[in-house]
């Protein structure tokens, strides 16, 4: 959350010459709602089976980058899809996090106090990410052109 997966994803597709999808935007396109009314109507396992059935979707007929919802690989079905795969973790420290996400609108898991909830969030999930991601990149204090250019260099390396 706030490691700029949509932004870098788009910057990196447009780098790369392939298509970009969110899969979040997936989701609310299947479910007709957004990701937040999602959660309060239905709950959170109820969109991680969306998101798992998007992530499979857009893995069988996407052919270029994917950019996942952060809580999207605590689900180990999606963990599995993603096994065969480059995977990407874009690292962000909480003070950039925090930064990034502000007040935290519009993210259902950040209700109540955003810098406490983000710290937690990222501490529960960083060890789930460092052990799927074939790549790993650092984006605090940089630009998301930055961090592209770092991405499509590394991916490059590890054809």
């Given at each position: 959350?706030?490691?700029?997966?949509?932004?870098?994803?788009?910057?990196?597709?447009?780098e790369?010459?392939?298509?970009?999808?969110?899969?979040?935007?997936?989701?609310?396109?299947?479910?007709?709602k957004?990701?937040?009314d999602?959660?309060?109507?239905?709950?959170?396992?109820?969109?991680?089976?969306?998101?798992?059935?998007?992530?499979?979707?857009?893995?069988?007929?996407?052919?270029?980058?994917l950019?996942?919802?952060?809580?999207?690989?605590?689900?180990?079905?999606?963990?599995?899809?993603?096994?065969?795969?480059?995977?990407?973790?874009?690292?962000?420290?909480?003070?950039?996090?925090?930064?990034?996400?502000?007040?935290?609108?519009?993210?259902?898991?950040?209700?109540?106090?955003?810098?406490?909830?983000?710290?937690?969030?990222?501490?529960?999930?960083?060890?789930?990410?460092?052990?799927?991601?074939?790549?790993?990149?650092?984006?605090?204090?940089?630009?998301?052109?930055?961090?592209?250019?770092?991405?499509?260099?590394?991916?490059?390396?590890?054809?």
């Amino acid at each position: 959350m706030g490691a700029g997966k949509t932004t870098v994803g788009r910057l990196l597709a447009d780098e790369l010459g392939v298509g970009f999808l969110d899969s979040d935007h997936a989701v609310e396109e299947h479910a007709g709602k957004a990701v937040q009314d999602i959660f309060v109507d239905d709950g959170e396992a109820a969109f991680r089976a969306l998101e798992r059935e998007a992530v499979a979707a857009a893995l069988a007929g996407h052919d270029g980058v994917l950019a996942l919802g952060g809580g999207a690989v605590l689900d180990a079905g999606t963990r599995a899809l993603l096994a065969d795969h480059r995977v990407v973790f874009l690292r962000v420290g909480l003070s950039d996090a925090v930064k990034r996400v502000g007040l935290g609108a519009g993210r259902p898991l950040l209700l109540g106090n955003v810098r406490s909830r983000v710290k937690q969030l990222l501490d529960e999930r960083t060890p789930v990410y460092e052990g799927l991601a074939t790549i790993s990149v650092d984006t605090d204090d940089r630009s998301p052109q930055d961090v592209v250019a770092e991405v499509a260099e590394r991916l490059r390396e590890a054809r």
